[in-house]
């Protein structure tokens, strides 16, 4: 089993504190033989006629020595992630969870939006020390 991102219990309560139910911690898939591991599994319900809405969360801390190499592995995974997903639970939306401080520093240099969008990367921003969910963006 692999280790739990540094910021994991931070982005489970903020999602519970948003009214998430976390359903899987790790959300696991096994595919041609191959396993993943997504960091959480999350559902909430919209309303008493409405399909709920569930998503896969993978957080990534970004406290390595190079963001740009961290974001190249938090890049790749992600794309791989939501592939696996699509054979596996294709109901689930894949949301790539970040601290807000990397948000403001990196993720908001330009060349790095142009390939969120190129990618059409889901972002969850988190407040770490509040344990609050700052921003969804899709």
Do not use: C
Not at 23 to 39: A, E, K, M, N, Q
Not at 42 to 60: D, F
């Amino acid at each position: 089993m692999s280790a739990k991102d540094f910021f994991h219990n931070a982005v489970r309560l903020a999602l519970e504190k948003d009214g998430w139910l976390i359903t899987d911690d790790p959300l696991s898939f096994t595919v041609d033989g191959l396993d993943f591991r997504i960091d959480l599994g999350a559902e909430r319900l919209l309303g008493a006629e409405k399909e709920g809405q569930k998503i896969a969360v993978e957080i990534k801390s970004f406290l390595g020595k190079s963001t740009i190499s961290e974001f190249h592995t938090a890049l790749g995974q992600t794309l791989n992630y939501r592939y696996i997903l699509k054979k596996a639970a294709s109901e689930r939306l894949l949301y790539l969870a970040i601290s807000y401080e990397i948000y403001t520093d990196f993720f908001l240099i330009p060349v790095i939006q142009e390939i969120i969008v190129e990618h059409q990367l889901k972002l969850l921003i988190f407040e770490s020390l509040k344990q609050e969910i700052v921003l969804w963006k899709e």
